[in-house]
């Protein structure tokens, strides 16, 4: 309970003071406990007696008229008790109709609905709610389209100031929605809720509530509804809308521009889920549970691309694409298979986990002024293959992206294709793109994902027997010695060179999900191996040239660290696994 939202102080805090009061004063009185304390116990003693009696200053009467009254603990705040009461009677489960006939600004004692006497919870509401509660609690007819837009730019003036709540900010605007009088008011002010629901994440570090992100999924869904229900409204962030465009109601048949970015949006929504299963434990089920709200940011992606396709704006949805190639293309065909029942079954899993907080927030208020119908499907649509989904998609990407889209598409698509042992087609793609020729012109995480594509092109490679092109693919990631870096799946440690605080923190939060990483152990293995199938033949066929041509200067390093050593231990890790099959190759072992 939030003390500074109580009209009164509770009796229980009181009671707890005059408690904690004898207590410092029994202990103040045993003189022979005092000469035994420590200095650090008797100081501790001290200041918990000099903040006691400065705290109980601003109660002094109220801790008074309960001495007096010590007998009779529930008699002594009678008044009070009933004043209580009669706050509660104002929340969120009354009767609207009643609320309109109240006029004064202090609160009034009021008869609880029938619920309320069925044991059902109340919601204590705090006395900023219960004003924007009276203020819109009447006749419809009475509330206008000046009065909902006057309050809203209040709201939103109040947004980023000290003392203002992020949640209580996102639960006015909130309620704000249910009383707006034209679509495109309401519109306007979904799209400020997403705002304040992307605030209340606390820092770059952290990521956003889960319960809020779900939230914010739902309220993007909604603004997809209302703009396919009305046509004629057209979300713009380029030029900034007259004063009163939201004022035309849903029969207004010219067109009605209504600032907002669904793309921005969308990203950001993404990011977020990104960044949460950074932070997430993933040796816990919560990382489990994270994983399954994968499909309800797929639907909203589908339905957003949808409405950008039949708008015409491709250029868009082209990016919206990406966002949903980049969910998919790391994942083999059982995995994607998985998450295609996993959509199928969660839709009834997900009504009746997530009805019960709107059935709450629903119940504040009267019904919705604007109803908004579902249009657009809640549930993904996935088909059979994954190959069919990245062939739609990257194919919208080639045709109407920008550059740096494209790029990510066709490093997406390599991958994919080297994921399903198609290495022709992967290494062609690779080839026509001429990716690899200005890659260290782009920005990191287009380098972390090209780094992850020449890794699992490498590993296709081994899997269909070219030994030697999978030993190209995979000799430049282990040429530095950095491949955790440079695949963004861990940080090495350098003794060489320090890194600052700033350079861990950006490091850490391009880190790849723990669902995404490709085996390093696996890699290393394949990497070692090529390199002894090529090294070994070519020392054997040079052995008196001493200027003969290294194939692999790590394979050669191993051997010659392995040769030096007297006593062979048992082995730890891959390398050591393969320090005595690089000695005894050679001898045609």
């Keep these: 309970m939030r003390v500074t939202e109580s009209d009164r102080v509770p009796n229980l805090y009181i009671k707890c003071l005059v408690m904690l009061e004898d207590f410092l004063a029994e202990a103040l009185a045993n003189k022979e406990a005092k000469k035994k304390m420590s200095s650090s116990n008797h100081k501790a003693l001290n200041s918990m007696k000099q903040k006691l009696t400065k705290n109980n200053k601003q109660y002094e009467e109220l801790i008074n008229k309960y001495r007096e009254n010590s007998e009779s603990d529930e008699v002594m705040f009678e008044g009070g008790d009933a004043n209580e009461e009669s706050d509660g009677s104002g929340s969120e489960f009354e009767d609207p109709s009643q609320l309109g006939e ?49 309050k809203f730019k209040e709201v939103v003036a109040a947004r980023g100031r000290k003392g203002t709540g992020k949640f209580e900010l996102v639960e006015q605007l909130t309620f704000l929605t249910r009383v707006a009088k034209t679509p495109a008011q309401k519109l306007e002010i979904l799209f400020t809720v997403i705002s304040a629901q992307f605030d209340v994440n606390p820092g770059l570090s952290e990521h956003m509530p889960i319960n809020v992100w779900k939230k914010c999924v739902q309220n993007m869904l909604g603004i997809v509804d209302i703009l396919v229900q009305y046509p004629n409204i057209v979300v713009d962030d380029m030029i900034e809308p007259d004063e009163n465009e939201t004022q035309k109601g849903a029969d207004y048949n010219g067109t009605i521009r209504v600032w907002g970015n669904l793309v921005a949006f ?12 950074q ?13 399954r709200d994968k499909p309800m940011f797929l639907v909203l992606a589908q339905n957003v691309q949808e409405y950008l396709e039949r708008n015409g ?21 059982e995995v994607y298979d998985a998450m295609r029942k996993l959509a199928e079954l969660s839709e009834a899993a997900d009504g009746d ?13 009267p019904s919705a002024f604007v109803v908004t119908l579902e249009l657009v499907s809640r549930k993904p649509t996935f088909p059979e293959n994954s190959r069919a989904l990245m062939d739609i998609l990257v194919s919208l990407i080639y045709k109407n992206g920008d550059e740096r889209t494209k790029a990510r598409a066709i490093l997406c698509d390599i991958y994919h294709h080297a994921l399903f042992d198609e290495f022709s087609i992967a290494r062609d793609l690779l080839l026509m793109s001429h990716l690899q020729d200005n890659i260290q012109h782009m920005d990191v995480s287009t380098q972390i994902l090209f780094n992850r594509a020449m890794a699992q092109v490498g590993l296709c490679a081994f899997r269909v027997g070219l030994i030697a092109d999978g030993h190209g693919c995979l000799s430049e990631l282990y040429s530095g010695g950095r491949v955790k ?9 350098n003794r060489y060179h320090e890194k600052t605080p700033e350079q861990e923190r950006l490091e850490r939060r391009r880190q790849m999900p723990y669902h995404m990483h490709i085996n ?19 020392m054997a066929a040079n052995t008196l040239d001493s200027k003969r041509k290294m194939i692999s200067k790590t394979f050669r390093r191993l051997l010659e660290v392995s040769e030096r050593q007297t006593f062979t231990g048992p082995p730890d890790n891959v390398r050591d696994h393969q320090g005595p099959l690089q000695g005894r190759f050679p001898e045609g072992l």
């Design 520 to 538: 390093l152990e696996l890699l290393e293995a394949v990497h070692l191996i090529c390199a002894m199938l090529l090294e070994v033949p070519n």
């Design 266 to 277: 969308l990203e950001r929504i993404d990011n977020e889920f990104f960044k949460s299963l």
């Design 102 to 150: 109240s006029t004064d600004e202090e609160d009034e004692a009021e008869e609880p609905e029938d619920d309320a006497a069925d044991g059902a919870w109340e919601k204590k509401l705090s006395k900023k709610d219960r004003l924007m509660d009276r203020e819109f609690k009447k006749d419809p007819s009475e509330i206008t389209w000046d009065t909902v837009n006057k």
């Design 353 to 365: 986990k997530d009805g019960v907080e709107p059935k709450v927030e629903e119940s504040r208020g």
């Design 313 to 333: 704006d491709l250029k868009s949805a082209a990016k919206v694409a990406l966002r949903r190639v980049e969910q998919i293309y790391y994942k083999p065909q």
């Design 485 to 493: 870096e440079l695949l963004a799946q861990g940080i090495s440690q």
């Design 279 to 291: 932070c997430i434990d993933p040796h816990t089920r919560e990382y489990v549970e994270r994983l």
